[in-house]
């Protein structure tokens, strides 16, 4: 086969078996789900919501602990890491490893998305089915991303949203030109999910209403609603994982108040477990009495201020529920949680105009938008959450206010951070790709494959006949002067000497009278952009490269980091 033909088998095998791994997690988690909420009695399910989400985080931080040796790198971030540390090669456990955990923390009631884990595994598959044909970088990074793709594909049947993931968040920084593989295996694993998962599973809302200009300004206010909600989800996040940073104890102490805190939120509020796409499909059905009645306030004479203040409660909390779910041990994404999250918003919107006397409200469509606003501006991807949406309610005539709502929403996240703050750690150490190519490549450049350990030295006390047998028999033009302890005292350069080369004493001209500090080092520990500022700032072409400890190890020069990043940039865009 050609390349190309090799390439396209590969994203249908790819495409089937991600998509296959996704149906099973989302199968295997509905029935849990279906019988915990239809099947028993709401007195017997608050036994289940008190003891089933404490029971999820635990067991899989065991599980991690037991069987996986505690690896804590999970969800989207994961897979930028070994696209831009490590040559797109992912561990072949994974491929498994987080069906496991998700479906025990999501099965068992937390308040966590699977799309994450299954753009994983889909991650995985593709990288590991690379591997085995031993496929180079690009083609390497295409099969994983076309694993992912399928991967979400399957989990919404929403082929396109699967590709636009792919490249607004999986693939930036990396320049493709050839992406058939990405559409082949986002259709097959779309196929997989439309032929075996049962309707009622699938991300479906079958309830819309046609657009109508005169409707554009809810959207422009509920875009403005869902961009605040969206930071504010992500700041509660990141404090909460703070939080549990400083938490001094084990990772089964965590999980276990990670466990009691979201077990408590389960029983106040029942649509905190688990995906909650059930809610936001009764939502959009205008079936709120349905999520009223498996609650506390079936008790309770229901008027619809209570109801908006359940619904605030939910908005509010769920921002609390995702992080104590994913930092406290369980395995999970914001996938989920921010369609949730977002359809609740849009919900608790439509009924507040109506409160307030406003005529004919798109109660379904601020619902959809919703979903797609909040989305937008959590994970940063606007594309993905415009198709996402359009595609799970057929709703293509939608575009216009999901474009209204997913723009808003994702500029003002924009002007807060401009990169999501779930990845801006790992962006900030060089550790994944950002839209500024120049840095990824850098990133992939380190300072000790590029240091000349074989450097010509010299101590202070040697004289300047020991210099000259070194440049007669040695090919450097940069020397470094050492002390007994191998700590740096200077730099020597042919032009420093040049005056004194043919001196009629030599012997007589001690090196600590000609050497010079040099312009600065760079430690060993520094990462590329360091040292290329470094470089940039004194204008030298050679740097002295020392230990933790001080120790002269070697020189790097700028011409051996301009020849390396030559290669990479000539790999990287063949």
Same mark, same amino acid.
């Given at each position: 086969?050609?390349?190309?033909?090799?390439?396209?088998?590969?994203?249908?095998?790819?495409?089937?078996?991600?998509?296959?791994?996704?149906?099973?997690?989302?199968?295997?988690?509905?029935?849990?789900?279906?019988?915990?909420?239809?099947?028993?009695?709401?007195?017997?399910?608050?036994?289940?919501?008190?003891?089933?989400?404490?029971?999820?985080?635990?067991?899989?931080?065991?599980?991690?602990?037991?069987?996986?040796?505690?690896?804590?790198?999970?969800?989207?971030?994961?897979?930028?890491?070994?696209?831009?540390?490590?040559?797109?090669?992912?561990?072949?456990?994974?491929?498994?490893?987080?069906?496991?955990?998700?479906?025990?923390?999501?099965?068992?009631?937390?308040?966590?998305?699977?799309?994450?884990?299954?753009?994983?595994?889909?991650?995985?598959?593709?990288?590991?089915?690379?591997?085995?044909?031993?496929?180079?970088?690009?083609?390497?990074?295409?099969?994983?991303?076309?694993?992912?793709?399928?991967?979400?594909?399957?989990?919404?049947?929403?082929?396109?949203?699967?590709?636009?993931?792919?490249?607004?968040?999986?693939?930036?920084?990396?320049?493709?030109?050839?992406?058939?593989?990405?559409?082949?295996?986002?259709?097959?694993?779309?196929?997989?999910?439309?032929?075996?998962?049962?309707?009622?599973?699938?991300?479906?809302?079958?309830?819309?209403?046609?657009?109508?200009?005169?409707?554009?300004?809810?959207?422009?206010?509920?875009?403005?609603?869902?961009?605040?909600?969206?930071?504010?989800?992500?700041?509660?996040?990141?404090?909460?994982?703070?939080?549990?940073?400083?938490?001094?104890?084990?990772?089964?102490?965590?999980?276990?108040?990670?466990?009691?805190?979201?077990?408590?939120?389960?029983?106040?509020?029942?649509?905190?477990?688990?995906?909650?796409?059930?809610?936001?499909?009764?939502?959009?059905?205008?079936?709120?009495?349905?999520?009223?009645?498996?609650?506390?306030?079936?008790?309770?004479?229901?008027?619809?201020?209570?109801?908006?203040?359940?619904?605030?409660?939910?908005?509010?909390?769920?921002?609390?529920?995702?992080?104590?779910?994913?930092?406290?041990?369980?395995?999970?994404?914001?996938?989920?949680?921010?369609?949730?999250?977002?359809?609740?918003?849009?919900?608790?919107?439509?009924?507040?105009?109506?409160?307030?006397?406003?005529?004919?409200?798109?109660?379904?469509?601020?619902?959809?938008?919703?979903?797609?606003?909040?989305?937008?501006? @959590? /994970?940063? !991807? #606007?594309?993905?959450?415009?198709?996402? %949406? &359009?595609?799970?309610?057929?709703?293509?005539?939608?575009? +216009?206010?999901?474009?209204?709502?997913?723009?808003?929403?994702?500029?003002?996240?924009?002007?807060?951070?401009?990169?999501?703050?779930?990845?801006?750690?790992?962006?900030?150490?060089?550790?994944?790709?950002?839209?500024?190519?120049?840095?990824?490549?850098?990133?992939?450049?380190?300072?000790?494959?590029?240091?000349?350990?074989?450097?010509?030295?010299?101590?202070?006390?040697?004289?300047?006949?020991?210099?000259?047998?070194?440049?007669?028999?040695?090919?450097?033009?940069?020397?470094?002067?050492?002390?007994?302890?191998?700590?740096?005292?200077?730099?020597?350069?042919?032009?420093?000497?040049?005056? @004194? /080369?043919? !001196? #009629?004493?030599?012997?007589?001209?001690? %090196? &600590?009278?000609?050497?010079?500090?040099?312009?600065?080092? +760079?430690?060993?520990?520094?990462?590329?952009?360091?040292?290329?500022?470094?470089?940039?700032?004194?204008?030298?072409?050679?740097?002295?490269?020392?230990?933790?400890?001080?120790?002269?190890?070697?020189?790097?020069?700028?011409?051996?980091?301009?020849?390396?990043?030559?290669?990479?940039?000539?790999?990287?865009?063949?």
């Amino acid at each position: 086969m050609s390349r190309t033909q090799f390439l396209i088998l590969s994203g249908i095998l790819v495409g089937i078996t991600s998509g296959l791994a996704g149906v099973a997690l989302k199968s295997l988690v509905h029935h849990i789900h279906y019988f915990i909420t239809h099947k028993i009695h709401f007195e017997y399910q608050i036994l289940f919501y008190i003891i089933f989400p404490f029971l999820g985080i635990v067991l899989t931080t065991a599980i991690v602990i037991s069987f996986f040796k505690g690896q804590s790198r999970k969800g989207i971030g994961a897979i930028l890491y070994e696209i831009a540390q490590n040559s797109s090669i992912v561990s072949p456990v994974k491929m498994y490893s987080q069906v496991f955990q998700s479906a025990i923390t999501v099965g068992l009631g937390g308040s966590a998305g699977l799309e994450s884990p299954i753009a994983v595994t889909g991650a995985a598959i593709g990288s590991n089915f690379a591997q085995t044909y031993k496929l180079n970088y690009k083609e390497r990074t295409l099969l994983l991303a076309a694993g992912a793709t399928a991967g979400i594909a399957s989990a919404f049947n929403a082929p396109i949203a699967g590709i636009m993931f792919a490249f607004e968040i999986l693939l930036t920084g990396v320049v493709f030109t050839d992406f058939i593989p990405l559409v082949v295996a986002a259709i097959c694993g779309s196929l997989v999910s439309k032929i075996i998962l049962q309707e009622d599973a699938l991300f479906r809302f079958h309830a819309r209403e046609p657009f109508n200009y005169l409707n554009t300004l809810y959207y422009l206010a509920l875009g403005l609603l869902t961009a605040f909600y969206a930071r504010y989800f992500l700041l509660i996040s990141q404090k909460v994982e703070h939080w549990f940073q400083r938490i001094k104890g084990s990772k089964m102490q965590r999980a276990m108040v990670g466990g009691i805190l979201l077990s408590i939120l389960c029983v106040l509020l029942p649509p905190l477990f688990g995906e909650g796409y059930d809610a936001i499909k009764a939502f959009s059905n205008g079936q709120v009495s349905a999520i009223l009645h498996n609650s506390f306030l079936r008790y309770f004479d229901v008027n619809e201020w209570t109801v908006i203040l359940f619904l605030a409660l939910i908005c509010i909390l769920k921002a609390f529920a995702t992080p104590f779910t994913i930092f406290g041990g369980g395995n999970g994404g914001n996938f989920a949680p921010s369609l949730f999250a977002g359809g609740t918003l849009g919900y608790l919107f439509a009924l507040l105009c109506k409160l307030a006397g406003f005529e004919q409200v798109p109660e379904t469509n601020l619902v959809l938008a919703g979903m797609a606003g909040v989305m937008s501006g @959590v /994970l940063y !991807a #606007p594309l993905t959450a415009i198709f996402l %949406i &359009a595609e799970s309610s057929f709703g293509y005539d939608l575009f +216009i206010p999901l474009m209204i709502v997913s723009v808003i929403s994702y500029l003002i996240a924009k002007r807060f951070s401009p990169i999501s703050p779930d990845l801006k750690p790992l962006a900030d150490e060089g550790k994944i790709f950002t839209r500024a190519h120049d840095k990824n490549l850098l990133s992939l450049l380190h300072i000790a494959d590029l240091i000349d350990k074989q450097a010509q030295r010299l101590s202070p006390g040697d004289s300047l006949s020991t210099l000259l047998e070194l440049i007669k028999t040695g090919n450097k033009n940069i020397f470094a002067v050492v002390d007994t302890a191998g700590q740096l005292c200077g730099v020597l350069t042919l032009d420093d000497i040049r005056q @004194v /080369l043919f !001196a #009629p004493d030599p012997g007589s001209i001690k %090196i &600590a009278s000609l050497m010079k500090p040099p312009p600065t080092v +760079i430690h060993i520990n520094d990462d590329m952009f360091q040292a290329v500022k470094a470089f940039d700032e004194t204008g030298a072409w050679q740097l002295p490269v020392i230990s933790n400890d001080e120790t002269f190890i070697g020189f790097i020069s700028k011409s051996n980091i301009l020849l390396h990043y030559r290669k990479l940039m000539q790999a990287y865009s063949e």
